[in-house]
């Protein structure tokens, strides 16, 4: 059993500190939010009364908070988590950040003795609450081998990318792909309904053909064929239409500064920002399949 700090217990972050400590770790959180830290602190967890305080005398420190100027503000400034930590703390942040802020964090840990890797994940909160997640993680094979038994009780495959920030690389590139696969399909899910075709049937043909993807056969944008879809419910969250977009300027962001071209990244960007626009960021992302509709 370690002691571990757990910092930002939302929507992911809440399963994943529970999951935790099914595993039997001591779990002490912090969040600014006082309804996720009563959550969290009812299923188990001691309450903390800032970042600080809640990694003072921790074995390891989980953060997932929304994105990079949060994990700099944990660890660099008002959270003083660097400061706070005693030596020989292991640092795992898996909040969804750019490689960048990923890369000067660690540096800053690095710079004080700390090992820290970037391990962000996929699978979403289904996933987070099965303890199923993906996690990609950046990071020295030291900081991994250290972080590897921690996170296995949070997720199914724990992936070694590289250095610091290639978790982040990796997870960058698999969320531009999600969005321009989910758009994908709900282009082909609308142009059914305008054909005249049952929804369960292309879900039918579709898992088992070429165009399978997560999108359809996890995450279906219609309500019917996947019952744990956000569409059966109304679209509530699930991984929300403002953290996608977040993502996909991390994308567009990383392709800038790497040269590459991402056509179908930045046409998914404008698409979904334009979702937004219309009200729908705090709703899931696969909603966007109603601006699609409304397009038509
Ligand atoms: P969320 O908004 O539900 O949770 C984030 C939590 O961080 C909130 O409770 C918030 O109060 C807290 N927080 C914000 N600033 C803080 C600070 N300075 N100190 C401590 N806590 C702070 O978001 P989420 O859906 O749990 O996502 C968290 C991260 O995980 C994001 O980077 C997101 O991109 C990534 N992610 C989310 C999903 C998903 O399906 N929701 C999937 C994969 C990755």
Redesign the pocket.
Known sequence: MARIAF????????PMARNLMKAQHAVTA????EA??ADIVEAGATQAAS?AAAVKGAEAVV?????GA?VR??YLG??EVLDAVKPGTLLID????DVATARDVAAAAADRGLEMVDA??????G??IAGT?TFMVGGPDAAFGKAKPILEHMGARIVHCGPAGNGQAA?VCN?MMLAVSMLGVCEGFTLADNLGLDRQTLFDVVANSSGQSWAVTSYCPVPGPVPASPANNGFQ????AD?MV??LRLARDAAMKSGTGTPMGALAEALMALHVAGGNGPRDFSSIIETIRAGG
Request: charged share 15%; glycine share 20%; hydrophobic share 40%.
């Open positions: 910092i930002g217990v939302g929507n992911m972050g809440g912090w969040d600014p939010v996720a830290l970042a953060t997932m908070v929304p994105a949060e503000d944990v008002a959270g898996c909040s969804t950040i962000p994940v996929s699978g979403g909160t996933g987070a997640l997870k969320n969250p699930g991984f929300t953290m977040k993502d």
